[in-house]
């Protein structure tokens, strides 16, 4: 039969054990869940950048907000009087 200090030995050896197993689980977790964020965000990015290269290719001159071409819905669209410049970037 083991000694008092036999199975107190044990009993802390599995405590340890079991803790270093929970750490390496949840780590593991973690950098699962940290990569995949990760993705996700530079999905969201090249998206963003996507749509705004779109805008960009459809919308090459930037005019002012007051400009009359944003008139509509309330008045017709008229012609642009802001004299928008093309775009430094397009």
Known sequence: ?????????????????????????????????????????????????????DYRMKNPYSHFSDCAVHNEPAYPAGECDCGALPRKDS
């Open 1 to 53: 039969m083991p000694s008092g200090e036999a199975i107190l030995l044990l009993i802390v050896a599995f405590i340890c054990i079991y803790f270093i197993a929970l750490n390496v689980i949840w780590f593991a977790v973690w950098v699962f869940f940290k990569r995949e964020w990760k993705r996700s965000m530079r999905e969201r990015e090249l998206n963003s950048l996507r749509e705004e290269e």
